[in-house]
Each structure stands twice: as structure tokens, then as C-alpha cells.
């Protein structure tokens, strides 16, 4: 079974200030990592997405993230926020060959002028 | 392409009574998913479709949820009767290549009162 632990339930930066959020996983096979973001009001979309290869993972609207194996983490970065990246950010986990996504409870982000 | 279509966009009931949900995939997806977001939290996996055979439903409350996606295409997800705590957005979602990143509606908030 898999796990996600997004520790920051809050992260308040100011404009044009670099940005990381985080996210630890668990799981006993291989797995697939996402980062999801939520607007108010609307559904999630993909940012990006790691199933193999290259361990840092570019996005959409300039973030990127880096799997990394041994500290189970898929940290979500951005080096300049604007105001517009503020929303809610989700981390999932699925194991590879199977299908469920387990998301983790969510990081809002909220980028001050 | 046209993205994964839901009504309706709000609702609100009284617990008892019955709420019926539908949802349209992007065209081709043969894989479709039922999620609850309770305020708060990250979505919650209720049901999985492989084109119209159920995958994955651990986590549906049988007792008083029910899903169905005839044709495999066009899904409706059911409560009945609705509790208070059935209070969630309700979020579709589908994908070309199972577990390899999702496409969201836009989800349909649900007020029980």
C-alpha cells in the first residue's frame, strides 16, 4: 500500500520569492508521482508527473520537481511565484501497474503581493 | 479536445433524500474514476471503470452509493439515502493509459442539509 505526507497544510510567499513544496511517500513497490493543482472552484489539473527516467520532472506554468529514491520525497519548486500560483496543491502516489491514486491532503499556497 | 464534462456543478439536498451525478469522459479514455473531496482533504477514491466493468470499488459506501458507466462511455454515480457527511465536491475523472495521470472535471459540490 502507498502513503503521502504533504506537511505543510499552509505555505504563505511573496511575489517573485522561489518556493518549495514538499512531499514524502511510502510504498513497498515502484511507484508513479504526480502534483495536481486545484483552483478555487474547480477541478485539479496536472502540473506533472514522474513514472521513469530522468529524476527532475519539468511542469506546467514553470514548476518543476525531483524524485528522490532515498528520501521517498517528489518536492514541488517554482524560483519566482506570481500571484496567479496561488491555489491548492495535491501530491499522489500510485504503484506502477496499478491504478489508484492515493493523494495527499494538500499544501494551499498563498502568494502575497 | 474537449475536456471531462459533469453536472451538475452545485447541489443541495436534504439528508434522506437521493442525488444522482453525471459525468462525461474525454472521448477514447476507457478508464473512468469517482472521487469525494471533503472540505479540506484530498480526493478520495470511491470507484474505478475499465470501459464499463467496475475495476475498484473498496472504498464506495454500497449501503448507499451506487455507480454505473453503460456503453463504458457516460457515468452517473448515485447516493441514496444522503447523509450529512455525504457533504463533498464529487470529482470525475478519466485517462487514456491507466495510473499514468488523470484528466479532472470540474468536479460538483454537494450540500447536504
Known amino acids: 500500500a502507498q502513503s503521502v505526507t504533504q506537511l505543510d497544510s499552509q505555505v504563505p510567499v511573496f511575489e517573485e520569492a522561489p518556493v518549495e513544496l514538499r512531499c514524502n511517500y511510502s510504498s513497498s513497490v515502484s511507484v508513479y508521482l504526480f502534483w495536481y493543482v486545484q483552483y478555487p472552484n474547480q477541478g485539479l489539473q496536472l502540473l506533472l508527473k514522474?513514472?521513469?527516467?530522468?529524476?527532475l520532472v519539468k511542469g506546467i506554468n514553470g514548476f518543476e520537481a525531483e524524485f528522490n529514491k532515498s528520501q521517498t520525497s517528489f518536492h514541488l519548486r517554482k524560483p519566482s511565484v506570481h500571484i496567479s500560483d496561488t491555489a491548492e496543491y495535491f501530491c499522489a502516489v500510485s504503484g506502477s501497474g496499478t491504478y489508484k491514486y492515493i493523494f495527499g491532503t494538500g499544501t494551499r499556497l498563498k502568494v502575497l503581493a | 479536445e474537449a475536456g471531462v464534462a459533469q453536472s451538475p456543478r452545485y447541489k443541495i439536498i436534504e439528508k434522506r433524500q437521493s442525488v444522482a451525478f453525471w459525468c462525461n469522459p474525454i472521448s477514447g479514455h476507457a478508464t473512468l474514476y469517482w472521487y469525494q473531496q471533503i472540505l479540506g482533504q484530498g480526493p478520495k477514491l470511491l470507484i474505478q471503470f475499465q470501459n464499463n466493468g467496475v475495476v475498484d470499488d473498496s472504498q464506495l459506501p454500497k449501503d448507499r452509493f451506487s455507480a454505473e458507466r453503460l456503453k463504458g462511455v457516460d457515468s452517473t454515480l448515485k447516493i441514496q439515502p444522503a447523509k450529512l457527511e455525504d457533504s463533498a465536491v464529487y470529482l470525475c475523472?478519466?485517462?487514456?493509459?491507466?495510473?499514468?495521470?488523470?484528466?479532472f472535471g470540474s468536479g460538483t459540490r454537494l450540500t447536504v442539509v
Open positions: 514522474y513514472l521513469s527516467g530522468s529524476t
Open positions: 475523472a478519466s485517462s487514456l493509459v491507466s495510473g499514468e495521470g488523470y484528466t
